[in-house]
């Protein structure tokens, strides 16, 4: 129970059903910021809303794991010049392990969350992550890891309702938090001073060099390690051109390349780290969504081992930030056949500092 | 809360409710009943009523002793540094954590046994005395999640000999059920009590405050107290809070004794389940506390596993999340991480029975087993 509208029907829909339901809330993050979700203020309102469905509330500290798992490596992606999405690290290492194996641990039979996802068993009789039943919501993608034993020790009530309908049940059973607007920031990342603030306490920064597509200086960035790919503004540029964006980044020689809309178009994205919902890699034509909201593109997809493939995309589209998840849905689009982290490995011209 | 306080406050809930601060008939009535509470508590405590003070609780009191006292020397226009060890109660090292960053608190080291390293004390306090700052020392009585009793004579015998103008508080709040509280006021400046540790009810506490000793009041307004703490007095809680702790010294003795034989079956009880060690000797411990870190096993579940059984324990404090935070005692103590991990603690008291600490093993016992079979690949 992050606090929020989604896991709160959630737990009431599983009480309606008749389950012996635990609310639980983890304490992830206790530092500066502590807005986005599972805040202290988030921890009252799930227990507030817990003691209106007659729930016991706990709450379990994992900011130890959070911080090895999710913040550290933030930071370090950074370091090195990736763009990570620390909510899915979350979702992989924290809710659907730490919370899982803890659930085992107490016997329980499953852990429920809020998301808008469907798990459906497939005519092999496993269970698949499938789409939404809101396509503006749907959080297939954030949830894309889950396979096997997970799936089967894992619910989403709420995940074939529409968001209007889940606010709905929520304003007739009259939870507390039928209104209250859903968490968009990153945790740990204070409002004030952002990501900025943050990553500067902890890494140095260093300034780079600007450069065009064929190498020219044109500009200057006080700090490499707050530059992504696909950025258009603060890319420290000596003249204001027509549109630029981020095109690279290479934190090892300190350079950022910079080029037209069209010198960002690709069509080859190298992913590793795959998560196989089948359990083994097949090759063949899928469609790939790399951001939360960001549509399904049609690609044919190669295999190359156990840990890594070659997506080539139907249609050039704008590079994808090394670090990003890349999920792979079916053909239809229906639901998750795979998802994989970006590769640094970019097909740049190496004569403009091309990453490794 | 004890029988004696409940029924002591009764009256002063619904029936006699003037405030006591006016002049007429009604508020002379309550005052007395306020006058005898104070009499009753400064013959518990050993000190004249004068030196008492009924306040909020053992946090306001501890919070008063060390940033009053700090306060009073630097508005005289000298130098003051608050001093406690690490494993001191949030009450009393968040005070000084504040003062640290201004040059104004230090934070000691603590023996293996949780008790303050009294060598460490020693240099910080003759450093402090060189450097032309007052030490305000702040030393616990006993050790709220371990148990341990400080030797606080010899603390105070140290702190004296190299600083004899420091001030020197303890926040003995969970002294009162076990420890004969008057030999601790006399060895201190400023004492802090908290009603709820002895059957009185929350919110309510005492301050000792030895007559001559200066101390900036953390709360302004009606002059209530002799000007040391104003407010409206709590009456049904500050008459609750002398019956409470008349009642347990009365007991003290023999409850003590009582509750000693009765953790001393506990302890062995667990310690037979294997993986399981006593963090502080009995000898060195209030018998109403065992603190124990049990092996294999993740605290957080085993609470739940615990009160799903029945068993209501704790292992650390929680923060403002509710959540249990990692304990900065065990910590202090040089305890392991992964041994903290598994830290329990359990309390005894007036209403433990004997058919309570044979219940207590054989549920720990099941759930310990239950988790270490189910460890973590």
Known sequence: MSGGVDSSVAAALMQREGHHVVGVTMRLWGGESDTGCCSVSDVDDARRVAQQLDIDHLVFNFSDDFQEKVVDPYVHAHATGVTPNPCIECNRSLKFSRLTERADALGFDAVVTGHHARLVRNTNGEMRVHRGGDAAKDQSYVVHMLTGRELERTLFPVGHMTKAEVRALAAELGLRTAAKPDSQDVCFIPTTGGRETFLGKRIPFHSGRVVDTEGHDVGRVDAVELVTIGQRRGIGLYKTEAKRFVVDVDTTSRTVVVGTEGDLQRTGLALHSMVWAGGSPESGRYRVQCSAHGASLPCAVEVIDGDRVQVTLDQPHRRVAPGQSAVLYDESDSYVVAGGLVSAASAWPASVGATA | ?377
């Open chain 2, 1 to 377: 809360m004890r029988p004696e306080a409940i029924e002591a406050m009764q009256p002063f809930l619904a029936d006699v409710y003037a405030n006591p601060s006016g002049s007429h008939r009604f508020a002379r009535d309550v005052r007395r009943a306020i006058d005898e509470a104070r009499d009753a508590v400064g013959a518990v405590i050993g000190c004249k009523p004068g030196e008492v003070i009924f306040n909020g609780g053992g946090t306001e009191g501890d919070n008063t002793a060390i940033f009053g006292a700090v306060r009073r020397i630097q508005a005289m226009g000298g130098a003051a540094t608050a001093v406690c060890s690490a494993a001191e109660h949030h009450a009393v090292l968040h005070c000084v954590e504040h003062l640290a960053p201004r040059g104004a608190g230090i934070v000691v080291g603590t023996d293996g046994g949780g008790c303050i390293d009294t060598d460490e004390l020693a240099d910080v306090v003759r450093r402090l005395m060189a450097e032309g700052s007052v030490p305000v020392v702040s030393v616990m009585a006993v050790n709220n999640e371990v148990g341990s009793i400080t030797p606080l004579d010899e603390v105070a015998r140290v702190v004296r000999a190299a600083a004899p103008n420091a001030i020197l508080h303890t926040d003995a709040v969970q002294a009162a059920c076990w420890l004969d509280l008057a030999p601790l006021t006399a060895s201190v400046d400023v004492l802090s009590l908290s009603s709820h540790k002895f059957g009185g009810p929350k919110g309510c506490g005492v301050m000792f405050q030895r007559a001559g000793v200066e101390i900036e009041p953390l709360i302004f307004g009606g002059g209530q107290e002799r000007d040391r703490r104003s407010g409206t007095h709590n009456v049904a809680g500050i008459v609750a809070t002398a019956a409470a702790l008349v009642a347990t010294a009365a007991e003290r003795a023999t409850e003590s004794a009582r509750i000693a034989e009765l953790r001393s079956e506990l302890v062995s009880g667990l310690l037979a389940i294997g993986g399981v060690s006593a963090t502080v000797p009995a000898d060195r411990s209030v018998p109403g506390i065992a603190h124990l870190c049990i092996e294999g096993i993740e605290n957080e579940a085993l609470l739940f596993l615990l009160d799903e059984a029945g068993l209501c324990a704790s292992a650390a404090s929680a923060c403002a999340s509710g959540a249990m935070e990692p304990s900065h005692v065990l910590a202090a103590m040089g305890v392991p991480r992964e041994l903290a991990r598994g830290a329990l603690r359990l309390s005894l008291g007036h209403t433990t029975t004997r058919s309570d600490v044979t219940s207590a093993v054989g549920i720990i016992g099941t759930a310990v087993a239950r988790l270490r079979s189910h460890t973590r690949a």
